[in-house]
């Protein structure tokens, strides 16, 4: 008597297996079903916690083929260890993903005025834009914007975000920002003179930024009046190698860049 398989499933119809990967701390994945992404940081009774860039907690079953992987579908299983533990953070204060390759870039981009406010967003965000495949443009002026936005043309599948110093309302700038902001371009400013004045003064060895007559060169000003050389190049290195990680920073920056980076990255 021929032997059948109790599985009458044809071949063709079976799903392909998908690897199992042990949930360590720290691994980033994806739930399809939600599109949360985060890193896992516990793993217990069948279920794994992950924690977003933001430091929102969700809770999800391990079902098989329950989680993304890189884009690719993966079973979550118990690791060996799985005692909860938290995640190191990026100088941003997001979750820091071990061992990530950049992301292929996006069609977006981030476009930011002036080359020290470019430096700084570089060395606070520079790990989270690499794994969102953000590319961030230097603007040497906010004149030059409504030409870029024309040539860069932002649509549903490459935004543009800007960053701009000292966008005030009624000013030159403010107008330029809202002659090309659109469904597609954003553009934001922090409210300071010049990027140096979003260090906090307490990360320089401070007590607080001066201010300068109306007139002077604010950043020549500025090196005066704390009894620095008026190297202004020097004098920005030196702030800038005492930015460690956001809590240097002032909120007022910390906001507009991070929801730079969420227009750009957002799906559709």
């Known amino acids: 008597?021929?032997?059948?398989?109790?599985?009458l499933t044809p071949p063709w119809k079976k799903p392909?297996?998908?690897?199992?990967?042990?949930?360590?701390?720290?691994?980033?994945?994806?739930?399809?079903?939600t599109g949360f992404c985060g890193a896992v940081i516990g793993?217990?009774?069948?279920?794994?916690?992950?924690?977003?860039?933001?430091?929102?907690?969700?809770?999800f079953l391990m079902e098989p083929r329950g989680f993304l992987l890189e884009g690719r579908v993966?079973?979550?299983?118990?690791?060996?260890?799985?005692?909860?533990?938290?995640?190191?953070?990026?100088?941003?204060g997001s979750v820091a993903v071990p061992g990530a390759r950049a992301r292929v870039a996006r069609a977006g981009r981030i476009y930011v005025e002036g080359r020290h406010d470019a430096e700084l967003v570089e060395r606070v965000w520079g790990d989270d834009l690499r794994v969102e495949g953000v590319?961030?443009?230097?603007?040497?002026?906010?004149?030059?914007?409504?030409a870029i936005v024309e040539e860069f043309a932002p649509g549903p599948d490459a935004r543009l975000g800007v960053l701009v110093d000292h966008?005030?309302?009624?000013?030159?700038?403010?107008?330029?920002?809202?002659?090309?902001?659109?469904e597609h371009a954003l553009v934001l400013g922090h409210p300071y003179i010049d990027i140096w004045e979003a260090v906090k003064p307490s990360s320089v060895g401070i007590t607080g930024w001066p201010r300068v007559?109306?007139?002077?060169?604010?950043?020549t000003g500025v090196c005066r009046a704390l009894g620095w050389p008026e190297n202004t190049g020097a004098a920005w290195q030196h702030i800038l190698s005492r930015v460690h990680s956001y809590k240097d920073l002032q909120p007022e920056l910390l906001g507009r860049v991070e929801e730079l980076i969420d227009f750009v990255t957002a799906p559709e």
């Open 74 to 92: 993966v079973t979550l299983v118990r690791p060996a260890s799985a005692a909860p533990v938290r995640p190191s953070r990026t100088a941003s």
């Open 135 to 146: 590319v961030v443009e230097y603007l040497e002026g906010v004149d030059d914007l409504p």
């Open 43 to 59: 793993c217990e009774a069948g279920t794994v916690t992950l924690e977003d860039r933001f430091g929102k907690h969700r809770v």
């Open 1 to 7: 008597m021929r032997q059948y398989s109790p599985d």
């Open 16 to 33: 392909k297996p998908v690897p199992e990967v042990p949930a360590d701390p720290g691994l980033v994945v994806e739930e399809p079903g």
């Open 213 to 219: 007559p109306r007139g002077e060169d604010w950043k």
């Open 167 to 182: 966008l005030v309302p009624g000013s030159k700038e403010s107008r330029i920002a809202a002659a090309v902001t659109s």
